[in-house]
């Protein structure tokens, strides 16, 4: 009796013997993809949170110059006596600090408010977002505009409370603007989910 084997039945090529590597490899285990991105290196902190960071201190300090002669005047005004230089220095930049940080960090919440298309939170973070604005604009870029409009009266140039105000508004616009697709859009979701951590866990 004569047996006919059809190649394609002897060679299997599809079994575990020549399909090794199928067959080694657990169905319900990490892919070769997963473990190269569990295994590889990553930084403790990202360089955009840093430089956010460093920004934020950086423009707190110009304002913390700007306006120290304003609030110790106001202050002695206010209490009666003179304020300690240094304590009113140490108290205005951590102030300034954390009034910046939270400038970046309401941009970002309503760039998320807007991608999710929340309504409510777009309302919410628009009326949050002027009012950071205002207050930046009138407490903080006009008097660093009125440290330069005595070199723009000897140059002919005369601002009034309007154009003070546009240019201060326009300053705080390009500052914003510039450092947010820098560095801001990437280090504002970091510095956020750093400081929403719960105590006594770590990042690794």
């Not at 002695?76 to 951590?94: E, K, R, S």
């Not at 616009?173 to 951590?197: C, D, E, H, K, Q």
Request: include cysteine; aromatic fraction near 10%; hydrophobic fraction near 55%.
């Amino acid at each position: 009796m004569i047996v006919i084997v059809h190649l394609g039945d002897f060679l299997d090529l599809t079994g575990p013997v020549y399909n090794n590597e199928a067959a080694m490899q657990d169905p319900g285990g990490p892919t070769q993809e997963e473990m190269l991105d569990a295994f590889s290196p990553r930084p403790d902190v990202p360089w955009a949170l840093v430089l956010l960071i460093v920004w934020c201190a950086v423009e707190a300090t110009i304002f913390t110059v700007t306006l120290r002669p304003t609030m110790s005047e106001l202050l002695a005004d206010l209490t009666g006596f003179t304020v300690n230089p240094i304590a009113l220095v140490l108290l205005l930049w951590i102030f300034l600090t954390i009034i910046i940080a939270g400038s970046y960090a309401c941009i970002h919440v309503l760039k998320e408010a807007i991608a999710a298309k929340q309504i409510g939170n777009i309302v919410q973070m628009i009326v949050v977002q002027i009012a950071v604005a205002m207050f930046q604009v009138l407490f903080l870029y006009r008097e660093l505009v009125d440290t330069f409009t005595p070199w723009l009266a000897q140059q002919g140039v005369t601002l009034g409370l309007a154009s003070t105000l546009g240019l201060a508004f326009c300053a705080w616009l390009g500052v914003r603007g510039m450092t947010w697709y820098l560095f801001g859009r990437s280090g504002a979701p970091a510095l956020i989910a750093a400081l929403n951590r719960p105590a006594g866990i770590s990042s690794r």
